[in-house]
């Protein structure tokens, strides 16, 4: 058996999470709000699952997530075990030249989608 229980309704397990209530500061990332310091998700295979979303997206850097994707996998990875999450991205992609700042539409939008991923 896995040493992680499967979940389909990580998001809704995350935000009704009473014992846990730092599970949902990882939905914020793809808004460009930073983990706090002292937040410890529960280790879990959505929590992995959805990190492993956001690694994707952050290579983008016209994503607001491309700024603190890094720093939230390597605070998972203390909590979780290392390698847990996968701490390092490709190098950014985003077009050519000087990047416009990333807008929290486009934050919003992959929010949507790891929500909607993970619960089909």
């Given amino acids: 058996m896995s040493p992680f229980q499967p979940s389909f309704t990580g998001f809704a397990d995350a935000i009704t999470n009473t014992s846990s209530p730092t599970d949902s500061y990882i939905y914020y990332l793809p808004l460009g709000i930073a983990l706090p310091g002292g937040a410890r998700p529960t280790c879990s295979e959505c929590l992995n699952k959805t990190m492993a979303i956001f690694a994707n997206a952050a290579s983008n850097a016209s994503q607001p997530i491309s700024t603190n994707y890094v720093s939230a996998a390597r605070q998972i990875d203390l909590g979780c075990g290392p390698n847990f999450v996968n701490a390092t991205i490709p190098p950014a992609h985003g077009g050519v030249g000087t990047l416009s700042p990333p ?7 992959a929010l949507i989608v790891v929500v909607l991923g993970l619960l089909l």
């Fill in 103 to 109: 807008s929290m539409i486009n934050g919003l939008i």
